[in-house]
């Protein structure tokens, strides 16, 4: 992951020192400039032929070709050729790998072909080539005056603004991260100081990013482009509405000049002007435009971004019948049905569900049609000891006339039986006149009368609409804090006197109180032994946070590292959460009704849940930070598309990278110091001291906050680290 704080400078430190500053080979395989001259320095080492060395570059150089064409997707004729041009004993330009390796693609090439190969079939040899060229002939061009001649222009480059050089050196730090815009010059308004910042824009596939060389570049003697100080980089997908206004009052600026306003998702906003022709600053905005914006999710950076994560789970970490197997699911009980394999009767649910054994597939054709968008019962969660289960589904759809669906009341009584045969609970989550008024509509709630095993509750959690103006409120609070009183912001000084009645006025704080208030009465219940069936309007919202935070209340696996990431793939991911709808990826329309920040909250809560229990969690608040990150920026397709079948038709598994290959290969970064694993049942506080503002996250982008840090649970052991 990749992000900056655009309250401070951060220094990129060089690759290594040497005589002249260095560049690594991964970047010089970006660098057009030192690419030629690398494999003209291959050739000369045996100028009548291809040197194994130039083979080896080819090689490396054909498969990034291919998978930045293919990606991950199969293209049995493209590999075939591949496999015929550098490994097959009829090639001229064969890898030198050994045998055995050999051997492997020989089997795979000479049998009868499957229908599907990837790239992947090309890893050990690729890595191995790699290695063998970087430590080969990559150090001997080091050592080489080609070389030394070619860092001296780089530099020089640099220092007189020449851009002849191959500039993706100099952003890109990603794989599949290229730049799409000329380096521009323009100046940052710092909204703490209203000072202007001198800076460079440069902007790629994935992010804006402002940044200056140090101011002594012209004197060094050895530069690199590693050296670049970045003020401030935003992931374009994060960017939710791009203003051009003309000067509305920024100093030295003439009346017509244009000043741009970026407004993010993580609670950012950053305003710019750019020193160029009033023609270039209408070209870049309509260019920036249609990066932030493309419509088509596949125009997104997670279908360009190039990560390898090998030997980690991934897109595979969640499975149906291992987590069966692992809850101790009793089969002659329940059972795993096929019966919406193609998405048809459900295209928001997942294409294997859990139901009772004793329910037809017939019976749950039925159901599909009396319960809001056909999302039915189905099971979440079994408790170990006493049987009691989590289900979940969406609102019956009974209308004024209270109609009934005998199907659908022997699916309840089942679940009741089979979890106990005590009564069992249906939590609403909605407020209750709300769900009278649903009735209006054709929908509403469930007529006990006609359930006999069943009892009726609502949770009183607002809807949408709520959270989202709830969070509007309070980012614009979190905007304000410690911004003078000649700010753009209206509210100046007086936020930080009044900070805890304005932190109440929003309510944001009151409404995590209500999903927690929800998740512990799910979590009794259960406890005591009776089964619960939650459910909102359509059961993909509050339905979620809901299931989600009692299971982690309840079952000490997901406050694991994997456990949370399957919990998250399995009761938003696969049961439809509508990620795409709710955040608005690559959509301009920003105040779209249907926007709502769901998950966050959700994370918010297990945030909270962190924070009142710190030794009861394996991963730490970086971890959730993280998560919230990935969110918006897009880099990877885990939260891409509203349902599983969007999904499977994108062939998001096979085209991105998830989020959770990138954390588990870099899972020191989020695990808990303090993690003790024990298997109580979590009593969350729902005092209103309990509750706290999550600061690593509203407050990630506030200059005052930044100088006055939270104390994480990570620098709280590092801490203590140091004092023993």
Same mark, same amino acid.
């Given at each position: 992951?990749?992000?900056?704080?655009?309250?401070?400078?951060?220094?990129?430190?060089?690759? %290594?020192?040497?005589?002249?500053?260095?560049?690594?080979? #991964?970047?010089?395989?970006?660098?057009?400039?030192?690419?030629?001259?690398?494999?003209?320095?291959?050739?000369?080492?045996?100028?009548?032929?291809?040197?194994?060395?130039?083979?080896?570059?080819?090689?490396?150089?054909?498969?990034?070709?291919?998978?930045?064409?293919?990606?991950?997707?199969?293209?049995?004729?493209?590999?075939?050729?591949?496999?015929?041009? /550098?490994?097959?004993?009829?090639?001229?330009?064969?890898?030198? =790998?050994?045998?055995?390796?050999?051997?492997?693609?020989?089997?795979?090439?000479?049998?009868?072909?499957?229908?599907?190969?990837?790239?992947?079939?090309?890893?050990?040899? *690729?890595?191995?080539?790699?290695?063998?060229?970087?430590?080969?002939?990559? &150090?001997?061009?080091?050592?080489?005056?080609?070389?030394?001649?070619?860092?001296?222009?780089? %530099?020089?480059?640099?220092?007189?603004?020449?851009?002849?050089?191959?500039?993706?050196?100099?952003?890109?730090?990603?794989?599949?991260?290229?730049?799409?815009?000329?380096?521009?010059?323009?100046?940052?308004?710092?909204?703490?100081?209203?000072?202007?910042?001198?800076?460079?824009?440069?902007?790629?596939?994935?992010?804006?990013?402002?940044?200056?060389?140090?101011? !002594?570049?012209?004197?060094?003697?050895?530069?690199?482009?590693?050296?670049?100080?970045?003020?401030?980089?935003?992931?374009?997908?994060?960017?939710?509405?791009?203003?051009?206004?003309?000067?509305?009052?920024?100093?030295?600026?003439?009346?017509?000049?244009?000043?741009?306003?970026?407004?993010?998702?993580?609670?950012?906003?950053?305003?710019?002007?750019?020193?160029?022709? !009033?023609?270039?600053?209408?070209?870049?905005?309509?260019?920036?435009?249609?990066?932030?914006?493309?419509?088509?999710?596949?125009?997104?950076?997670?279908?360009?971004?190039?990560?390898?994560?090998?030997?980690?789970?991934?897109?595979?970490?969640?499975?149906?019948?291992?987590?069966?197997?692992?809850?101790?699911?009793?089969?002659?009980?329940?059972?795993?049905?096929?019966?919406?394999?193609?998405?048809?009767?459900?295209? +928001?649910?997942?294409?294997?569900?859990?139901?009772?054994?004793?329910?037809?597939?017939?019976?749950?054709?039925?159901?599909?049609?009396?319960?809001?968008?056909?999302? @039915?019962?189905?099971?979440?969660?079994?408790?170990?000891?006493?049987?009691?289960?989590?289900?979940?589904?969406? #609102?019956?759809?009974?209308?004024?006339?209270?109609?009934?669906?005998?199907?659908?009341?022997?699916?309840? %009584?089942? =679940?009741?039986?089979?979890?106990?045969?005590? =009564?069992?609970?249906?939590?609403?989550?909605?407020?209750?006149?709300?769900?009278?008024?649903?009735?209006?509509?054709?929908?509403?709630?469930?007529?006990?009368?006609? *359930?006999?095993?069943?009892?009726?509750?609502?949770?009183?959690?607002?809807?949408?609409?709520?959270?989202?103006? +709830?969070?509007?409120?309070?980012?614009?609070?979190?905007?304000?804090?410690?911004?003078?009183?000649?700010?753009?912001?209206?509210?100046?000084?007086?936020?930080?006197?009044?900070?805890?009645?304005?932190?109440?006025?929003?309510?944001?704080?009151?409404?995590?109180?209500?999903?927690?208030?929800?998740?512990?009465?799910?979590?009794?219940?259960?406890?005591?032994?009776?089964?619960? @069936?939650?459910?909102?309007?359509?059961?993909?919202?509050?339905?979620?946070?809901?299931?989600?935070?009692?299971?982690?209340?309840?079952?000490?696996?997901?406050?694991?590292?994997?456990?949370?990431?399957?919990?998250?793939?399995?009761?938003?991911?696969?049961?439809?959460?509508?990620?795409?709808?709710?955040?608005?990826?690559?959509?301009?329309?920003?105040?779209?009704?249907?926007?709502?920040?769901?998950?966050?909250? /959700?994370?918010?809560?297990?945030?909270?849940?962190?924070? #009142?229990?710190?030794?009861?969690?394996?991963?730490?608040?970086?971890?959730?930070?993280?998560?919230?990150?990935?969110?918006?920026?897009?880099?990877?397709?885990?939260?891409?598309?509203?349902?599983?079948?969007?999904?499977?038709?994108?062939?998001?598994?096979?085209?991105?990278?998830?989020?959770? +290959?990138? =954390?588990?290969?870099?899972? #020191?970064?989020?695990?808990?110091?303090? *993690?003790?694993?024990?298997?109580?049942?979590?009593?969350?506080?729902?005092?209103?001291?309990?509750?706290?503002?999550? &600061?690593?996250?509203?407050?990630?982008?506030?200059?005052?906050?930044?100088?006055?840090?939270?104390?994480?649970?990570?620098?709280?052991?590092?801490?203590?680290?140091?004092?023993?």
């Amino acid at each position: 992951m990749s992000s900056s704080n655009n309250a401070s400078t951060t220094t990129i430190i060089p690759d %290594s020192p040497g005589k002249h500053t260095r560049i690594t080979f #991964q970047k010089l395989l970006y660098d057009s400039i030192g690419l030629k001259l690398f494999a003209d320095f291959l050739k000369n080492d045996t100028p009548q032929s291809l040197s194994p060395a130039s083979i080896s570059l080819e090689f490396i150089l054909a498969i990034d070709k291919f998978k930045l064409q293919w990606g991950n997707v199969s293209n049995v004729q493209g590999l075939k050729e591949l496999y015929e041009t /550098f490994i097959s004993n009829k090639s001229k330009l064969q890898v030198p =790998i050994p045998q055995s390796l050999k051997s492997e693609l020989d089997n795979v090439f000479h049998s009868s072909l499957p229908k599907e190969i990837t790239p992947q079939v090309f890893d050990k040899v *690729y890595n191995l080539i790699f290695e063998q060229l970087k430590e080969d002939g990559f &150090k001997r061009f080091m050592r080489s005056p080609q070389y030394s001649t070619y860092i001296q222009k780089r %530099s020089l480059d640099l220092s007189t603004g020449n851009n002849t050089l191959n500039e993706n050196a100099i952003l890109c730090k990603l794989p599949g991260e290229t730049l799409v815009h000329r380096v521009m010059k323009t100046m940052v308004l710092n909204a703490e100081t209203k000072e202007f910042v001198k800076c460079l824009l440069f902007t790629s596939n994935f992010r804006v990013s402002f940044g200056n060389f140090p101011k !002594d570049i012209a004197n060094r003697q050895s530069i690199g482009l590693e050296m670049l100080n970045v003020y401030s980089e935003i992931p374009l997908a994060t960017i939710f509405r791009i203003e051009r206004k003309i000067n509305p009052g920024w100093p030295g600026l003439s009346a017509t000049d244009s000043v741009f306003e970026l407004y993010c998702k993580d609670n950012r906003k950053l305003e710019f002007f750019l020193e160029s022709s !009033d023609s270039d600053s209408v070209t870049y905005w309509k260019s920036l435009r249609k990066l932030v914006f493309p419509g088509d999710p596949t125009l997104l950076f997670a279908f360009q971004y190039k990560g390898t994560f090998p030997s980690v789970p991934g897109w595979g970490v969640y499975n149906i019948y291992e987590e069966c197997l692992r809850q101790r699911l009793p089969f002659d009980k329940w059972r795993i049905s096929d019966v919406n394999h193609e998405y048809k009767l459900c295209p +928001s649910y997942p294409a294997k569900i859990i139901v009772p054994a004793m329910i037809t597939d017939e019976q749950l054709s039925s159901i599909f049609s009396f319960r809001s968008k056909g999302r @039915l019962p189905v099971l979440c969660w079994v408790h170990p000891d006493n049987g009691a289960t989590i289900t979940r589904s969406s #609102q019956p759809l009974v209308g004024l006339t209270r109609t009934r669906c005998q199907a659908d009341i022997d699916l309840l %009584s089942e =679940i009741s039986l089979v979890s106990g045969g005590k =009564i069992l609970y249906l939590l609403d989550a909605r407020p209750k006149a709300s769900a009278v008024g649903n009735t209006i509509k054709g929908m509403g709630y469930e007529n006990t009368a006609h *359930y006999g095993q069943c009892r009726l509750e609502f949770m009183d959690i607002p809807n949408i609409h709520v959270i989202r103006d +709830s969070c509007q409120k309070l980012e614009y609070l979190c905007q304000s804090y410690g911004v003078g009183s000649d700010s753009l912001i209206d509210w100046g000084t007086a936020v930080e006197d009044q900070w805890l009645t304005l932190l109440d006025s929003t309510r944001w704080l009151a409404l995590l109180r209500n999903v927690l208030a929800g998740a512990t009465r799910t979590t009794n219940l259960i406890e005591d032994g009776f089964p619960v @069936l939650i459910h909102c309007s359509d059961g993909w919202d509050r339905t979620s946070q809901l299931s989600s935070l009692s299971m982690i209340m309840l079952d000490s696996f997901y406050r694991t590292l994997i456990g949370f990431e399957i919990l998250v793939e399995k009761e938003w991911v696969a049961f439809g959460h509508k990620f795409r709808e709710r955040i608005g990826h690559g959509d301009p329309d920003y105040s779209h009704q249907q926007r709502s920040p769901i998950f966050l909250q /959700f994370l918010d809560a297990v945030f909270q849940l962190l924070n #009142q229990f710190p030794c009861s969690f394996e991963f730490n608040e970086k971890f959730l930070g993280t998560i919230a990150e990935a969110l918006y920026s897009c880099q990877f397709g885990t939260f891409l598309y509203d349902n599983e079948l969007e999904r499977q038709e994108a062939k998001v598994r096979e085209r991105t990278v998830s989020l959770w +290959s990138y =954390i588990n290969a870099n899972n #020191q970064e989020f695990l808990n110091p303090f *993690y003790l694993p024990d298997n109580r049942v979590l009593k969350v506080s729902l005092h209103g001291d309990s509750l706290v503002l999550w &600061k690593n996250v509203f407050l990630k982008w506030n200059a005052k906050s930044k100088n006055n840090s939270v104390l994480t649970i990570e620098m709280r052991a590092d801490m203590l680290k140091q004092n023993t």
